[in-house]
């Protein structure tokens, strides 16, 4: 019986062992690391109901795990930034710039799964121990941040100084001007930092009639939109301004600042997302049917061709297809219904429209809260189903074309390539992300399908009702 025990014993240590040893170390800076990283520190920051979004600092230790052809574990630890946008900015934590000049890191330790046949991820453990991001400036070495005279002239320059910077990036046809300044912190340091936070109106002016908003002949339209905005600056000892962060969002979600942002419910645009909602009804493999619940930002550049930029969430209806082909007026949300997060982008010239997507599930972000890991969430990428028909060829796809394309897939992305145990030091701690970027752009862009394309003509009505814009 002693034997037996002792045998059993021995048998799980060496499975612990064998498990162990298929864990190798990776370079800290591969691309499908960082895209890991990318997929963990994107599930932190869609947990957050309020503050700012964490930006990466750089990865300092990673291993791998391959299970088969198409499923690899990352096991992760890297370093985040509190960053300058809020969690409800709808930017991605790539867009947003680091809140403070000065280092204040945290740690995480992530286990993600991906799956590239089936185009999915799954956080099975992350944990993340962050300090307050303010907390080496109440030295009293280095001043803290203290509340200014509102009225103060000096203020009020900065901000005016800022709102026509806005006026001049921003796309709105209308100036705004300034309605009332709500906060003001002021940080004595090698120089000074302001802090500022006020509320801008539409005026009487737009862009097209007048060159520059002047003053004498702009008023704040008292029906107009609103908007609130949020800026970080620094004054150097010469007095020279340096603006780090500047955001301006009216209340529906447009960005004043973005040069090119356009409106929620453009004309256009719902054209579009009509198309590309019928369309990805039409090939994802889910039973029902999803249905725009708000557009979150959307971008627009260049007139012949146009490329936009949108980010939507739809949700789930009570309408099978089994039973509906295109949503129609009895379509309509349940209590049940889950949520997907979209990326679009979608491509116009004359009258072919070519769009690619990334979606992932919202359903996980709302179970993270029960149970004992509230970071785990599983995301889909990508359409959540089998691929799109090529009509801008008018022809579909043929079986052995679909798997020539899903080859292709594993084949273009590649395992991260394990580095020997002498080496590891070398490669890990990773690069600090700001720098890694200047050097390969866009090394966290996640996989996603070619683009779809159909015709403008092409495009079928939308029957339901009107979608909601926040």
């Known amino acids: 019986m002693i034997f037996l025990g002792n045998l059993l014993l021995f048998t799980n240590l060496l499975i612990v062992s064998a498990n162990q040893a298929l864990i190798l170390d990776a370079d800290c800076d591969d691309s499908n690391i960082t895209q890991a990283a990318d997929i963990a520190l994107k599930s932190y920051n869609a947990a957050k109901r309020e503050g700012n979004q964490y930006i990466l600092h750089r990865i300092t230790k990673a291993g791998i795990r391959s299970e088969s052809n198409s499923v690899v574990r990352y096991f992760l630890d890297y370093e985040i930034r509190e960053g300058a946008c809020g969690v409800q900015s709808g930017l991605d934590w790539k867009e947003c710039n680091f809140l403070t000049p000065k280092p204040v890191l945290g740690n995480c330790s992530a286990h993600v799964v991906i799956n590239e046949e089936l185009k999915s991820s799954d956080i099975i453990f992350q944990n993340c121990i962050v300090p307050t991001v303010h907390a080496t400036i109440s030295k009293e070495t280095l001043g803290s941040f203290k509340p200014i005279d ?82 970080y600056v620094h004054s150097d000892l010469q007095g020279h301004m340096n ?7 009216t209340e529906s979600g447009y960005c004043l600042n973005c040069p090119n942002a356009i409106k929620q419910n453009d004309p256009e645009l719902l054209s579009l997302l009509v198309q590309f909602i019928d369309e990805f009804n039409a090939n994802n493999s889910h039973p ?48 049940t219904s889950g949520l997907l997060d979209c990326d679009v982008k979608m491509y116009v010239k004359d009258e072919t429209v070519a769009q690619s997507h990334k979606c992932r599930s919202e359903v996980a972000f709302l179970l993270r809260y029960q149970g004992y890991s509230p970071l785990r969430a599983s995301m889909s990428m ?11 060829h008018g022809k579909k796809e043929t079986q052995s074309e679909k ?8 084949k273009d992305r590649e395992v991260p390539t394990p580095v020997p145990e002498s080496s590891v030091a070398e490669r890990c701690p990773g690069k600090v992300w700001q720098q890694n970027m200047k050097q390969a752009h866009a090394p966290f862009e996640l996989v996603a399908d070619p683009p779809t394309y159909y015709h403008k003509q092409e495009r079928r009505p939308l029957r339901g009702n009107m979608p909601h814009f926040a």
């Open 150 to 231: 509102l009225s103060s002239n000096d203020l009020l320059e900065i901000v005016q100084l800022n709102i026509d910077r806005m006026n001049s990036l921003g796309n709105h046809r209308f100036y705004f001007g300034l309605e009332k300044i709500l906060n003001a912190w002021l940080q004595m340091v090698s120089g000074m930092n302001y802090r500022i936070e006020y509320v801008v109106r539409k005026t009487n002016c737009s862009k097209i009639d007048f060159r520059k908003m002047r003053s004498e002949n702009c008023r704040l339209d008292k029906n107009g939109e609103s908007g609130r905005c949020s800026i």
């Open 382 to 392: 990508g359409d959540h189903g089998s691929q799109l028909q090529n009509e801008h």
């Open 288 to 335: 029902f049917l999803y249905k725009l619940l708000f557009v979150k930002q959307a971008t627009k550049k260049g007139l012949h061709p146009t490329t936009y930029r949108v980010h939507i969430q739809m949700k789930e209806t009570n309408c099978s297809k089994n039973e509906y082909a295109i949503l129609g007026e009895e379509c309509g949300f349940t209590n």
């Open 243 to 249: 603006v780090t962060n500047l955001n301006c969002y």
């Open 403 to 410: 798997e020539k394309k899903k080859a292709g897939f594993n």
